[in-house]
Structures are given as structure tokens and as C-alpha cells.
């Protein structure tokens, strides 16, 4: 499955800490477009779509949330709980994003611009085009 999970490089001193992140060097793709997720409610659930081209990388700035990827074979579970940790996802992955912490701050960077038009949003369609791919 076309995911990892990327250790930050933390520059710290006794002033507290920084993270920077530059595109094809932190990031493994040239980042277009950055969002942010919060106030999403524990009982809520996010995602449910797949990308056929966009990549991303995901970080919780603040509280943890879980990650549910699929890439149509296999299914993996991954928790987001450290601003020093990313989570890239690649092209083709169901994502269900749930059991978000009160004041859970997602930050997510991505290869390309908002296109409604790029999301799968339908599972079975999500199947079939991982088996034409
Ligand atoms: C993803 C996961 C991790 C925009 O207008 N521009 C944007 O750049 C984005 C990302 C969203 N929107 C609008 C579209 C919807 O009306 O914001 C609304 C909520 O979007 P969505 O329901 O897709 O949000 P999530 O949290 O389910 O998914 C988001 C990203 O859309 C998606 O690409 O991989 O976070």
C-alpha cells in the first residue's frame, strides 16, 4: 500500500520546537494546496473517498484522530498523534478518517488543487478503478 509514516525534522533549542516542511524534500511531491481540518466531534467520521492522482500528507498539529486506509486488497489502521509525525498517503487509498480527539487539528498538504470532480466517493467505484489501475 502506497502510505508511510514520515518522523518531522524537529529543529528544538531551549525556546521550544519548529518544524518546516519543503516541497519534494520533507514532502515526496510539490505541494499545491494546504487545508486544515478541526472541531470535528468524536462520534463523527470523515473521508469515505479514495484519489486516483492526488497525493497528501497528513499531520495532527493538535489532539489524535485514526486513520483507516484501504487500498482495495488490504486495510491498515494508523493514529495520528504527534505535529512531528506525517502521514503520506498516495494515490488509489480509501481513507476513513474517525475517533477524532476533542480539539483535533488535522493538517493536510496536498499534490494538487481542490477538483470535486478528482473524488472517487463511491466504494465500488473505488474497486473497480483499483483493478483497472
Ligand atoms: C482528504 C481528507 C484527508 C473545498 O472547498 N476545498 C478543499 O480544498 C477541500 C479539501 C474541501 N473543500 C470543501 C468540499 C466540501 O464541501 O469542503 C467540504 C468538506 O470536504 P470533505 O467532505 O471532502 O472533507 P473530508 O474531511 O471528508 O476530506 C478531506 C479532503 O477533502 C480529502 O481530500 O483526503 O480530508
Redesign the pocket.
Known amino acids: 500500500m502506497d502510505y508511510k509514516l514520515i518522523d518531522l525534522n524537529i529543529h528544538g533549542d531551549n525556546r521550544g520546537k519548529l518544524i518546516a516542511l519543503e516541497s519534494n524534500k520533507d514532502v515526496p511531491f510539490e505541494i499545491k ?1 494546504i ?1 486544515w ?1 478541526y472541531d ?1 466531534l468524536p462520534n463523527e467520521e ?4 479514495s ?1 486516483p492522482n ?1 497525493k ?1 500528507l ?1 499531520v495532527a498539529m493538535d489532539g489524535s484522530c485514526e ?1 483507516e486506509l484501504d487500498d482495495g486488497y488490504s486495510k491498515v489502521n494508523i493514529t495520528l498523534n504527534r505535529p512531528d509525525l506525517g502521514l503520506y ?1 498516495g494515490k488509489n487509498i480509501w ?1 476513513v ?1 474517525k475517533n477524532f480527539s476533542y480539539g483535533c487539528k ?1 493538517m ?1 498538504l ?1 499534490s494538487d ?2 477538483d ?1 470532480s478528482e ?1 472517487i466517493r463511491n466504494y465500488d467505484k473505488f474497486l473497480n478503478e483499483v483493478k483497472n489501475a
Do not use: K, N, S
Not at 470523515?46 to 473517498?49: A, F, L, N, P
Open positions: 494546496r487545508y481540518i470535528t470523515r473521508g469515505h473517498h484519489h492526488m497528501q497528513v486513520f498517503i481513507r478518517m488535522l493536510v496536498a488543487y481542490y470535486e473524488y
